[in-house]
């Protein structure tokens, strides 16, 4: 499958932004997606995941309760929702896939989208 991310952009601290990630390839809904993201300086990590066929969703501590992962069969499209965001959060976010799994790890990636960056101000 690939993955075309996209929805970065500028925004301020306290504010939300919406990444998408297009998936194309005719077995989208077989595959667990993710988010993870690399700072400057920093090793990528792992930021919020969905299993295949939607349901269970899984997030890395700090952004409990600000982050949102959620998928489209239609579209073939995964979103994450970010709100109150924090200068901290600025980075590259990339999309991820899996046939396999529920990507919240690297070693579980089989696929990844170009990355798309966002810069939080603050």
């Known amino acids: 499958v690939q993955l075309q991310a996209s929805g970065g952009g500028l925004v301020q601290a306290g504010g939300s932004l919406r990444l998408s990630c297009t998936a194309s390839g005719r077995t989208y809904d077989l595959y667990g997606m993710g988010w993870f993201r690399q700072s400057p300086g920093k090793e990528r990590e792992f930021v919020a995941a969905?299993?295949?066929?939607?349901?269970?969703?899984y997030y890395a501590d700090s952004m409990k309760g600000r982050f949102t992962i959620s998928r489209d069969y239609v579209q073939s499209t995964v979103y994450l929702q970010m709100n109150s965001l924090k200068p901290e959060d600025t980075a590259v976010y990339y999309c991820?896939?899996?046939?396999?799994?529920?990507?919240?790890?690297?070693?579980?990636?089989?696929?990844w989208g170009q990355g798309t960056q966002l810069t939080v101000s603050s």
């Open positions: 991820a896939a899996s046939p396999l799994y529920t990507p919240r790890s690297e070693a579980d990636v089989s696929s």
């Open positions: 969905i299993r295949r066929g939607g349901g269970s969703t």
